[in-house]
Nanobody, 125 residues
Framework: QVQLVESGGGLVQAGGSLRLSCAASGRTFSSYTMGWFRQAPGKERDFVAAINWNGGNTYYADSVKGRFTISRHNAKNTVYLQMNSLKPEDTAVYYC??????????????????WGQGTQVTVSS
């Protein structure tokens, strides 16, 4: 069992930056693919970014490519999402997810087994 706890959300003006963190419990974190998803009010939960077990491979949704960066620190059992040049349309609850297989970077929710409780990001115009 893996528990995920997100932090770092908040209110920011358009053009600003935030860094989200996701702390994971357990000794198997370094073997997992990690992902970030987001869900805006009234919308489905969408893929944002994913990173493989050693951080050597990443994958982004087109909507965030060039603005967001996913990274991980396995010794700290933590994955990060650096968000720059934020836009009002980035407003959503952001969720961290873990997939107990470390090579592939699937963008589909059903490929991830463990989920955090989410952290709210609000971007004002």
């Amino acid at each position: 069992q893996v528990q995920l706890v997100e932090s770092g959300g908040g209110l920011v003006q358009a053009g600003g930056s935030l860094r989200l963190s996701c702390a994971a419990s357990g000794r198997t974190f370094s073997s997992y693919t990690m992902g970030w998803f987001r869900q805006a009010p009234g919308k489905e939960r969408d893929f944002v970014a994913a990173i493989n077990w050693n951080g050597g491979n990443t994958y982004y949704a087109d909507s965030v490519k060039g603005r967001f960066t996913i990274s991980r620190h396995n010794a700290k059992n933590t994955v990060y999402l650096q968000m720059n040049s934020l836009k009002p349309e980035d407003t959503a609850v952001y969720y961290c997810a873990a997939r107990p297989e470390g090579r592939y970077l699937p963008p589909r929710l059903e490929e991830y087994r463990y989920w955090g409780q989410g952290t709210q990001v609000t971007v004002s115009s």
